[in-house]
């Protein structure tokens, strides 16, 4: 039996574990598909991962620097077909000659931008492949500093159909794939709510909040919500 | 004589980074889509161009693709059905950018999108992999903790805010009517909720990283909304969006998405005191953003990171950009929200955007 909690209290929501229970990568790539090329990277990265180690120590972290007339003054417009051409920048902006457009930036310093360095025509390791390819190299900064998909997936719960009414003390919970499909929302349990059984003693509630199939409520279909596959077959 | 093969993975390692030396910083990504929404009835286009890292791009944890409808684009919507026009929405954005880079690299070296004379709305965010990365880092650390990364972090954040706010003042087309920032919400919320490797010079003792990390990032969020206010720009509170609830969660007689708002005029320790101390109890993670006391939605991708969104996605990534047009999703907002306003993280930070549409263009 749900009780509502004393709201002044802080809800341990706010404290709460949010461990997913699904296994499902979402990345959905065979892991011998890209095998050549990832080994490729994987080479490229780790030895370049140590020339970044390398130019790093020795740069000295030009972004504490705050914005100078010289570092404003290597911007190169990326040209926009619409835009007035003759336009110069105001405030501390010092642009250089004039570069045609859509040749700008590649080749002049180093690019930060993965497609500078990737062959268009050979198959491309996946995002989860290149973040860690980045990270075991040593490196935790652009992309390599975000987790790779499939690292908090969808949960798995039972189902709770919008047409089902919702018993006191419990939550309606609606998520998406990384591709944008709706899932059929789940059951999980309101962090406003504590839960007792007959006797008045607690009921200890899983830490992720969503209702195992023993703990349900009665009046639930009882069916457990299908993942949609990926519809890119990438990106998880 | 000595005769070293190249098969030795030092010799074999120098030989790849000389030759490929530039990709020693390859880490970040160029995600530039454009999607104008196709109006029936009107030729007239206005255009809404949008300057950020992976959250504007729209990334889905695809390097090819982006989602269509990222928050800037989803302000154009609005737009469209306020305005009764053709909206262009530009996205000029690089997925895992720290604001220096999208400030130099986006803002001002492809300042030309926010020159054309059809622009009437411009919109950034950045500071987000500042933050990541600061938070990589300490993750990393073992010892005594060292707070400098992330008080780096803030300090780069404030910097370069103020930058691009400058140089947009100075740069976008004089008769553009909105410039708006957005501010951070917390990823990971839950998943910080640990045990630091390192220990507390003062106390001996490990620290909990979500304890430690939430000052880090209200500092960055009231300095991007306090600058938005000196400087002519409204502030979007992605933050009071995604983690506080939209109901009144702990009786406090306001609604908890109200409540964590920055305050216009407030000093930086009262948003920062109200934000980890007062209104803590109500912060969530976005992953289950509650909508009403019995309804959640997952604002947060599977990577614990970056927003949800509704619909397909455009091509945006390794193999370039791209642009298209079609119609309105929805062609009027009742009450100035639309029926999936508060369903995804895109659609509720471009709503949250949306709130400071001008009534006419």
Redesign the interface.
């Known amino acids: 039996m749900p009780a509502h909690r004393d709201?002044?209290?802080?809800?341990p929501?706010?404290?709460?574990?949010?461990v997913r229970v699904s296994t499902h990568s979402?990345e959905g790539r065979g892991a011998w598909r890209h095998a050549l090329p990832w080994l490729a990277v994987a080479?490229?990265?780790?030895?370049?991962?140590?020339?970044?180690l390398l130019?790093s120590s020795t740069q000295g972290?030009?972004?504490?620097a705050?914005?100078s007339v010289a570092?404003?003054a290597?911007?190169?417009?990326?040209?926009?077909p619409?835009?007035?051409?003759a336009?110069a920048?105001?405030?501390?902006?010092k642009p250089r000659a004039a570069v045609p457009a859509g040749t700008?930036?590649r080749g002049e310093g180093?690019?930060?931008?993965?497609?500078?360095?990737?062959d268009?025509s050979k198959p491309?390791p996946?995002?989860?492949e290149?973040i860690r390819t980045?990270n075991e190299a040593g490196?935790?900064?652009?992309?390599?500093?975000?987790?790779?998909?499939?690292?908090?997936?969808?949960m798995v719960g039972l189902a709770v159909p919008e047409d089902v009414p919702?018993p006191e003390g419990?939550?309606?919970?609606?998520?998406?794939?990384?591709?944008?499909q709706d899932i059929e929302p789940i059951l999980?349990f309101?962090?406003?709510y504590e839960f007792f059984d007959a006797a008045g003693r607690p009921i200890p509630i899983p830490e992720n909040?969503v209702v195992p199939p023993d703990m349900a409520p009665p009046g639930l279909p009882g069916r457990r919500v299908d993942i949609p596959p990926s519809?890119?077959g990438?990106?998880? | 004589m000595t005769i070293r093969s190249l098969k030795s993975p030092r010799v074999l390692c120098a030989a790849i980074a000389l030759l490929l030396a530039p990709a020693a910083m390859a880490n970040t990504l160029n995600q530039n889509v454009s999607w104008t929404i196709d109006r029936s009835g009107t030729s007239t286009k206005y255009r809404v161009v949008a300057y950020g890292d992976s959250i504007y791009a729209g990334y889905n944890g695809s390097v090819f693709n982006a989602a269509q409808w990222a928050a800037p684009t989803v302000q154009g919507e609005y737009l469209s059905a306020t305005w009764a026009a053709d909206i262009e929405t530009v996205r000029r954005a690089k997925s895992g950018a720290v604001a220096s880079d999208v400030y130099q690299n986006k803002i001002v070296a492809e300042r030309s999108y926010m020159q054309a004379s059809n622009t009437r709305v411009v919109t950034f965010e950045m500071c987000g992999n500042d933050g990541l990365q600061a938070r990589s880092a300490f993750k990393d650390q073992t010892g005594t903790c060292n707070y400098s990364g992330l008080n780096a972090a803030v300090n780069n954040c404030k910097t370069y805010v103020a930058a691009s706010m400058d140089y947009i003042n100075a740069n976008a087309y004089p008769g553009v009517k909105l410039k708006i920032i957005s501010n951070l919400y917390y990823p990971g919320y839950n998943a910080d909720n640990v045990s630091s490797n390192c220990t507390d010079a003062a106390t001996g003792q490990r620290v909990n990283m979500r304890t430690t990390f939430l000052p880090y990032i209200a500092r960055m969020n009231y300095w991007m909304c306090e600058y938005a206010r000196q400087k002519g720009f409204k502030c979007a509170d992605s933050f009071a969006q995604y983690m506080g609830a939209d109901y009144d969660s702990n009786g406090d007689g306001q609604i908890d998405s109200d409540a964590l708002r920055y305050v216009a005029g407030e000093s930086e320790a009262a948003y920062v005191n109200r934000i980890t101390v007062t209104l803590r109890p109500t912060l969530r993670d976005a992953n289950t953003h509650f909508v009403s006391s019995s309804s959640s939605f997952d604002y947060i991708q599977s990577d614990d990171t970056h927003p949800t969104y509704s619909g397909g996605t455009r091509s945006g990534g390794l193999f370039g950009g791209s642009s298209g047009s079609g119609a309105p999703r929805y062609t009027s907002f009742a009450g100035g929200y639309s029926p999936i306003w508060n369903r995804y993280g895109h659609e509720r930070m471009g709503w949250a955007l949306s709130v400071y549409n001008p009534a006419s263009p």
């Open positions: 709201p002044t209290t802080p809800s929501s706010a404290d709460g574990g949010g979402g080479a490229i990265a780790v030895c370049a991962g140590l020339g970044y130019m972290g030009s972004d504490t705050a914005p570092q404003v290597a911007d190169v417009d990326d040209g926009d619409d835009a007035p051409g336009m920048p105001a405030a501390s902006a700008a930036h180093l690019s930060l931008d993965l497609a500078d360095y990737i268009p491309v996946s995002t989860a290149i980045l490196i935790h900064s652009g992309i390599g500093a975000f987790n790779p998909p499939g690292t908090s997936p969808p919702l419990y939550v309606r919970h609606y998520q998406t794939t990384d591709d944008g999980m309101s962090p406003d909040r519809r890119e990438g990106g998880g």
